[in-house]
Antibody, heavy 124, light 110 residues
Framework: EVQLLESGGGLVQPGGSLRLSCAAS????????MSWVRQAPGKGLEWVSA????????????HYADSVKGRFTISRDNSNNTLFLQMNSLRAEDTAVYYC?????????????WGLGTLVTVSS | QSALTQPASVSGSPGQSITISCTGT?????????VSWYQQHPGKAPKLMIY???NRPSGVPDRFSGSKSGSTASLTISGLHAEDEADYYC??????????FGGGTKLTVL
């Protein structure tokens, strides 16, 4: 059974940093592209970043949404089946539930499994 | 890049059919068949309902269907059930290898 479990969320002051983790199980993690998607309170879904897998065709990457480019860095540790999102220079508008999501093939085509999310609150 | 355009809300009675539109551009919806739809109930993670415009994952009822014409995709739910009440989001892969979401549509089953 595929499982994705995010962690690392919490309260941080504007300008601060936070590192999110997504522990994956139930599939060969290294093979698949992964993404982060966020949802601000009461708002819609917003794609944040993607990192290719070993079998991802095309796409290149990593890629970032314009809203986080230069501040967020996505990475992965295939030996420990974990996806990361390093978030620096955080702003109030980064407050959201952050989900990690698995791409079933290729790169960023769509997301077949999602985690439960972790809440990041940026406030003084 | 602006979000794909979806109606903010739609409604229907049990047994009726509804359609949610999702309008993009030639750089996303119009460029690929990588349009997908997600259902999200309050406080829950999104769930994949349609992928690659028309395909349903295993376990999704066949009353959910998708289509696309040019830069506009659509999700149709035939024979509404009370449990279909949720938010629905479309997404598309883009020519920049990124993903763009629609603003979301709140479906109310009357």
């Amino acid at each position: 059974e595929v499982q994705l479990l995010e962690s690392g969320g919490g309260l941080v002051q504007p300008g601060g940093s936070l590192r999110l983790s997504c522990a994956a199980s139930g599939f060969t993690f290294s093979h698949y592209a992964m993404s982060w998607v966020r949802q601000a309170p009461g708002k819609g879904l917003e794609w944040v970043s993607a990192f290719s897998g070993s079998t991802s065709a095309g796409g290149g990457g990593p890629h970032y949404a314009d809203s986080v480019k230069g501040r967020f860095t996505i990475s992965r540790d295939n030996s420990n089946n974990t996806l990361f999102l390093q978030m620096n220079s955080l702003r109030a508008e980064d407050t959201a539930v952050y989900y990690c999501a698995k791409v079933p093939y290729g790169y960023n085509y769509y997301f077949d499994y999602w985690g439960l999310g972790t809440l990041v609150t940026v406030s003084s | 890049q602006s979000a794909l355009t979806q109606p903010a809300s739609v409604s229907g009675s049990p047994g009726q059919s509804i359609t949610i539109s999702c309008t993009g551009t030639s750089s996303d919806v119009g460029a690929y068949y990588y349009v997908s739809w997600y259902q999200q109930h309050p406080g829950k993670a999104p769930k994949l309902m349609i992928y690659e415009v028309t395909n349903r994952p295993s376990g999704v009822p066949d009353r959910f269907s998708g289509s696309k014409s040019g830069s506009t995709a659509s999700l149709t739910i035939s024979g509404l059930h009370a449990e279909d009440e949720a938010d629905y989001y479309c997404t598309s892969y883009t020519t920049s290898s990124t993903v763009i979401f629609g603003g979301g549509t709140k479906l109310t089953v009357l």
